[in-house]
């Protein structure tokens, strides 16, 4: 059973920063893709930014220049570094993996305030 254990979520002040974890196991496909999307409350849940297994990556207008994703292939782990945060980058965050294959799997979220 493939498991997107998420860490790394809290509460921050505006314009603070935050790092996002997210560890995948028993995956018997190889990861391609491994990324981060949010969900805030009343609204559908958007695409954050993505990262290959070959290093490319691709973020949401509302983030670039502020996030920044990372992968560690060895370690089958996704980050997702959070600088410059406002209000609106509210939201529960879900780890989202994609296989070769085409199967996807997702976290259980984690919840980031950002907040005075």
């Known amino acids: 059973q493939v498991q997107l254990v998420e860490s790394g979520g809290g509460l921050v002040q505006p314009g603070g920063s935050l790092r996002l974890s997210c560890v995948e196991s028993?995956?018997?496909?190889?990861?391609?893709?491994m990324g981060w999307y949010r969900q805030a409350p009343g609204k559908q849940r958007e695409l954050v930014g993505t990262?290959?297994?070959?290093?490319?990556?691709n973020y949401a207008d509302s983030v670039k220049g502020r996030f920044t994703i990372s992968r560690d292939n060895a370690k089958n782990t996704v980050y997702l570094q959070m600088n410059s945060l406002k209000s609106d980058d509210t939201a529960v965050y879900y780890c989202?993996?994609?296989?070769?294959?085409?199967?996807?799997?997702w976290g259980q979220g984690t919840q980031v305030t950002v907040s005075s």
């Open positions: 989202y993996a994609r296989a070769f294959i085409g199967a996807v799997y």
């Open positions: 028993g995956s018997i496909f190889s990861i391609n893709t």
């Open positions: 990262a290959t297994s070959g290093g490319s990556t």
